[in-house]
């Protein structure tokens, strides 16, 4: 069929997008860690039947279904801006297997000092390459911004946990087990603000509900960056606030006293099974293509918008992820 015939816009999600249940369903398909498993020349071809449908060309035997199909594959490796395959542990797929061990590791290993320096790190240095990996084609990450965010979110989320450590030995050690989250959840609100500061002194593409670009925007840049850290916060959530209390209960069981290695694979599997559904459904809590009122724009864009004619009362942008 051509791209006449079936009349699929793929430059849209499948599903609808003003909904949470619709952006629900989209981050299910995004995050979906199966997605990993699919062999380069699977993803090969998914980009071929894709970019030949965006130019219009007669792909024999496709269907909307498999329109779709390849469509998701494509997201799931591809960068949208670069058209590059991405590296494995920085695609969106990774993110449910990635941080179900190294949280786990971080809930499990969280007494002794050294455990925690290198849990802390190694969790920064892999958030610093999914957000590399992820990066915006129209303002890409510098090495230095890169290296300055890194830095300073693995700092941030070191001395958070150190200095919580030390604080809660007078407290029951249950409350001991909230302190990876208390590090993280900091390291978030450090981590992203600096990898995006650019946009927050720049501002981020607004736009009409037609698309058409109409300036940029710092106040924007703010609200998208507040979501995005609101958002992995609530995803870390579930993972690292309600196993602690489940391991607290299992330590006390013989078998677990018999076997105390079992206490890291048991928390690992815990915490996947909760970010499984947490980190699609918290991704979908703001829609990716948020809006502003015109109103609560600053001064100097807001009169650039309201001198067009017939100009609109709320603006669009990518809140990113």
């Not at 079936?6 to 999600?13: A, R, S």
Request: charged content about 15%.
């Amino acid at each position: 069929m051509s791209k006449a015939q079936l009349k699929v816009n793929i430059e849209e999600p499948r599903y609808d997008q003003s909904t949470y249940s619709g952006r629900a369903k989209h981050f299910f398909i995004t995050t979906n860690p199966l997605n990993l498993f699919v062999s380069g020349q699977a993803l090969d071809d998914a980009k071929d039947i894709v970019e030949r449908y965006r130019k219009g060309e007669l792909v024999p035997g496709l269907t909307e279904d498999k329109l779709w199909q390849a469509k998701h594959l494509y997201d799931s490796a591809f960068h949208p801006d670069t058209k590059e395959k991405m590296i494995l542990i920085g695609r969106m797929s990774a993110q449910v297997p990635m941080n179900m061990t190294i949280t786990g590791c971080m809930m499990t290993f969280y007494k002794s000092t050294p455990a925690v320096i290198f849990w802390q790190w190694f969790n920064q240095t892999f958030n610093a390459v999914v957000n590399y990996t992820n990066r915006s084609g129209d303002s890409p990450i510098s090495p230095q911004r890169l290296g300055v965010s890194y830095v300073m979110a693995t700092g941030g989320a070191i001395t958070t946990a150190m200095t919580l450590n030390n604080m809660v030995q007078k407290f029951p050690p249950i409350i001991g087990r909230f302190v990876p989250f208390a590090a993280v959840a900091a390291a978030n609100c450090i981590n992203i603000p600096c990898m995006r500061s650019r946009e927050i002194t720049h501002g981020i593409p607004i736009m009409d509900e037609n698309g058409n670009r109409l300036g940029e925007s710092t106040r924007a840049a703010t609200s998208a960056i507040t979501q995005v850290v609101i958002s992995r916060v609530f995803m870390a959530m579930p993972g690292m606030l309600i196993p602690p209390f489940i391991m607290n209960s299992l330590e006390k069981k013989s078998f677990m006293q018999r076997m105390p290695w079992l206490n890291a694979p048991i928390q690992v599997t815990i915490i996947g099974a909760m970010l499984v559904f947490a980190t699609p459904l918290c991704c979908a809590l703001f829609p990716q293509k948020s809006s502003i009122a015109v109103a609560n724009l600053e001064p100097e864009v807001r009169k650039k918008i309201e001198a067009l004619p017939n100009p609109p009362s709320v603006v669009y942008f990518n809140k990113g992820l």
